[in-house]
């Protein structure tokens, strides 16, 4: 399927993550679908999409396979910025180290209210917070709204289990 995407987020790797704006589903650009084309977070690229494999549909329903234009940021008032003065993307561990302090300040947040303030995608937030969660520095709490839910509604993060406890 050719549709249109968004980067919401790329790894040093230069593997990145975005979303159909027509389903609003993930998608996986592998590093050498994404390298040729030098995407950027927050840019739109016609996109030729399958189905990821089985095993990572979860994470994300699509699989770029071709990327469509060479893309510049715009700010607000449409003037064209370059590349090179686009802001510097953080490293997944200088991200870390950002998530761990930032909910070192609160009791617990969960990932949309992270992301807000690490000032990132949700999907970045919360791939942050899962790999300080795999490490076993932070806790995790899934949050369902009804029974027989296959997916938690929102996550929780708090730096202990202890953090939940009692909270209004």
Not at 32 to 47: D, H, K, L, M, T
Not at 67 to 88: C, M, R
Request: proline share 3%; aromatic share 8%.
């Amino acid at each position: 399927m050719k549709t249109t995407i968004i980067i919401t987020g790329q790894l040093d790797t230069n593997t990145a993550f975005g979303v159909c704006m027509t389903t609003g589903e993930r998608v996986f650009v592998p590093a050498a679908v994404a390298r040729p084309i030098n995407i950027i977070v927050n840019g739109e690229y016609e996109a030729v999409l399958i189905e990821n494999v089985e095993q990572r549909r979860e994470q994300a329903p699509w699989r770029a396979i071709k990327l469509f234009g060479e893309q510049v940021v715009v700010d607000e008032q449409d003037d064209a910025v370059t590349i090179s003065e686009a802001p510097k993307l953080k490293s997944a561990k200088e991200l870390d180290i950002e998530a761990f302090e930032v909910l070192g300040t609160v009791e617990f947040a969960s990932t949309s209210e992270m992301a807000e303030m690490l000032g990132v995608s949700t999907t970045t937030a919360g791939n942050s917070l899962q790999r300080l969660f795999n490490a076993g520095r932070i806790s995790r709490a899934e949050v369902y709204h009804r029974v027989g839910q296959q997916r938690p509604s929102f996550v929780m993060y708090a730096m202990s289990a202890s953090d939940f406890e009692g909270a209004d």
